[in-house]
Structure formats: structure tokens, C-alpha cells
């Protein structure tokens, strides 16, 4: 299933089928006969639509935020985001089949995947009432980097994605919810809330399996994510952090702040 929709190129097409073996999953584990796990051979990099086009984030045009071009192009960067994550959690299920991890672990990322799937969807919308369409705008080509550089390794994956690239996303997203509300716009503005307040589980789901992987092999969680952040993750981490919902997540300032400028040498 997870291999289904890392080789379905359009988006609509990638989240209806997402959420379709979502629902599978758990309707399966609810009736008390869940579906094997398996093993599967996913590919490098995810099936995807001819457009947008992939720039590398310098080539990636500025828009004004305030104007109806820079909102779009918000959604439009948001829409490219979430339709990765949809991938990035199903890889994550189908990539470590030799790491063997409870049905929780499959639990969680189905149920983010499906999260995910909807969050594109709710964005697409917003784009498509103004006007607009995922693939109208270039994207940001380097989304998939941090999924290559951690193929082979699970902790990697779950320090680098959900503790550091979502995370970043409960830091930026109350800024461009108001720039929605100040702009009138409240689909989009409770579009971001339902993305805001379901991003929190999926960077605590990557802290809960991260720190069940440490004790499984008794490592001190803290200097491995420094370790494997500073091995995975191309420059410092940037503040402002949003403490708050970090700290909901599972991610204490002890954790990020010594990688930030300066200190992640």
C-alpha cells in the first residue's frame, strides 16, 4: 500500500489513494485482524506530477506576502510541503522493514499520512477558489533530500523529518495564519489551524519512536539527535522556536537550541 502511493504521480490522485489505505489499515485493526506489515521495495524518490517544476530554493521566486500573489504562492509552498509529508510517512513504513518496531509505529505514520493527505487537499482547494492550482508556481526541489540521506538509517529519518523539518513548521505557521486572517481569507485561515493543530502529533510521533529506538539500544536521546542532526542536516537551526507546542510534541529547548548558530559546528 505505502509503495501504491510513493508511485502515484498526481496529487488528487496521491491522497485519495493515501487515505483510502488509511482507512483500510485501521478499519482492519479496529475489526481485530490487522493487516500484515510485509516488507516492500520502495522507490528512491516518489512518482510526481510534470508540474511544478523543482528549483533549488535560490532559484525559487520571492513573492510579497501581503499581496494576493504572495498568498498564493504561501498555499502553493504549503500544498508542495504537505504533499511530500503524505510521502515521507508512507517511506518511512515501507523504507526499515529490517528494524523491527511495534504496530503503534505503523499506527502513527498511516494515521499522519492520512493527516497529511488531507491537509494537501484543504490547501489545493484554497489555491483552486483563488484561482490557482497546485503545479502553477515552481517548488522547492530539495523537500526530498532528507529522505536520500537517511534511507538507511530510521533514527536519521526520525531526527532530521518529523524533530527538525515539521517541527520547523509548528515555528512559522502562526505567522502566516495571520496573514491570512489580516487578508480576509478564512478557508485558508481554517485550513492552517487544522494543519497547525495536527502537525504537533507528527513531530510527537517522531520524538515518541525516536526515543523508543534510544532505550531499545540504551543511547542518551539528546546526543544522538545532536549527533545524527549534525551527520543529516545541511546548516544550523534557525530561531525563533515556537517553545510551546515543541515542548506538546516532546521536544525540550535542550534539544534544538545547541544546534543552532554557532553552536552546531
Known amino acids: 500500500m505505502a509503495v501504491e502511493v510513493l508511485t502515484t504521480a498526481d496529487g488528487r490522485a496521491k491522497t485519495a489513494l493515501s487515505r483510502a489505505h488509511a482507512a483500510r489499515w485501521f478499519a482492519a485493526r479496529e475489526a481485530g485482524t490487522p493487516l500484515p506489515v510485509g516488507r516492500a521495495d520502495p522507490p528512491p524518490r516518489?512518482?510526481?506530477?510534470?508540474?511544478?517544476?523543482?528549483?533549488?530554493?535560490?532559484?525559487?521566486?520571492?513573492?510579497?506576502?501581503?499581496?494576493?500573489?504572495?498568498?498564493i504562492a504561501i498555499l502553493h509552498a504549503i500544498a508542495?510541503?504537505?504533499?511530500?509529508?503524505?510521502?515521507?510517512?508512507?517511506?518511512?513504513?515501507?523504507?526499515?522493514?529490517?528494524?523491527p518496531m511495534p504496530m503503534g509505529f505503523f499506527d502513527d505514520w498511516a494515521k499522519a499520512a492520512d493527516e497529511e493527505?488531507?491537509?494537501?487537499?484543504?490547501?489545493?482547494?484554497?489555491?483552486?477558489?483563488?484561482?490557482?492550482?497546485?503545479?502553477?508556481?515552481?517548488?522547492?526541489?530539495?523537500?526530498?533530500r532528507a529522505a536520500e540521506d537517511t534511507a538507511a538509517d530510521l533514527?536519521?529519518?526520525?531526527?532530521v523529518v518529523p524533530m527538525v523539518l515539521e517541527a520547523r513548521g509548528l515555528d512559522v505557521t502562526p505567522g502566516m495564519?495571520?496573514?491570512?486572517?489580516?487578508?480576509?481569507?478564512?478557508?485558508?485561515?481554517?485550513?492552517?489551524?487544522?494543519?497547525?493543530?495536527?502537525?504537533?502529533?507528527?513531530?510527537?510521533?517522531?520524538?515518541?519512536?525516536?526515543?523508543?529506538?534510544?532505550?531499545?539500544?540504551?543511547?542518551?536521546?539528546?546526543?544522538?539527535?545532536h549527533d545524527l542532526v549534525r551527520t543529516y542536516f545541511k546548516g544550523a537551526l534557525k530561531p525563533p522556536f515556537n517553545e510551546e507546542k515543541r515542548a506538546e510534541a516532546g521536544l525540550p529547548p535542550d534539544f534544538y537550541w545547541p544546534l543552532t548558530e554557532g553552536d552546531a559546528s
Not at 201 to 209: D, I
Open 155 to 159: 533514527m536519521g529519518r526520525l531526527a
Open 177 to 225: 495564519i495571520d496573514i491570512f486572517r489580516k487578508a480576509g481569507d478564512a478557508e485558508a485561515v481554517a485550513a492552517l489551524e487544522t494543519i497547525y493543530a495536527e502537525e504537533v502529533s507528527h513531530v510527537a510521533y517522531g520524538s515518541k519512536w525516536f526515543h523508543f529506538l534510544c532505550g531499545r539500544h540504551d543511547r542518551d536521546p539528546k546526543t544522538v539527535f
Open 80 to 99: 508542495h510541503i504537505e504533499l511530500n509529508a503524505v510521502d515521507l510517512h508512507w517511506d518511512i513504513i515501507a523504507r526499515f522493514p529490517d528494524v
Open 117 to 144: 493527505s488531507k491537509h494537501f487537499n484543504l490547501v489545493s482547494d484554497c489555491l483552486e477558489r483563488l484561482g490557482s492550482h497546485y503545479g502553477a508556481l515552481p517548488a522547492h526541489a530539495g523537500m526530498w
Open 46 to 71: 516518489p512518482a510526481r506530477p510534470e508540474k511544478p517544476a523543482l528549483l533549488s530554493p535560490r532559484e525559487v521566486p520571492r513573492r510579497r506576502p501581503g499581496s494576493p500573489e504572495g498568498r
